[in-house]
């Protein structure tokens, strides 16, 4: 399994963007689907985008239209753009590996700290 650093994480005000990177140490990222996950205060952790190892995309409908995700197998890096930030995404951000076609991978990574003030 590889790897996963996030970084990118800070401080924005409403309406604002913020880009997060997510950089693999593993030689197959390629092989991979990835995701982007966040945790907020309180509550679980839940999926917000998945990029498939083929390059198709799917959001969850919170962030539809705000969030895109991209990769970069050159570089073994997913990238987040979070444009149009609302306080009701701040959160810690990770990113994770598809492990199977229904599971990810056990090797939660620190996260990055993404807060809105309003």
């Known amino acids: 399994q590889v790897q996963l650093v996030e970084s990118g994480g800070g401080l924005v005000q409403a309406g604002g963007s913020l880009g997060l990177s997510c950089a693999a140490s593993?030689?197959?990222?390629?092989?991979?689907?990835m995701g982007w996950f966040r945790q907020a205060p309180g509550k679980q952790r839940e999926l917000v985008a998945f990029?498939?190892?083929?390059?198709?995309?799917n959001y969850a409908d919170s962030v539809k239209g705000r969030f895109t995700i991209s990769r970069d197998n050159a570089k073994n890096t997913v990238y987040l753009q979070m444009n149009s930030l609302k306080p009701e995404d701040t959160a810690v951000y990770y990113c994770?590996?598809?492990?199977?076609?229904?599971?990810?991978?056990?090797?939660w990574g620190q996260g990055t700290q993404v807060t809105v003030s309003s």
């Open positions: 990029i498939s190892s083929s390059g198709y995309t």
């Open positions: 994770n590996a598809k492990r199977t076609l229904t599971s990810w991978y056990n090797n």
């Open positions: 593993g030689s197959t990222f390629s092989l991979h689907g």
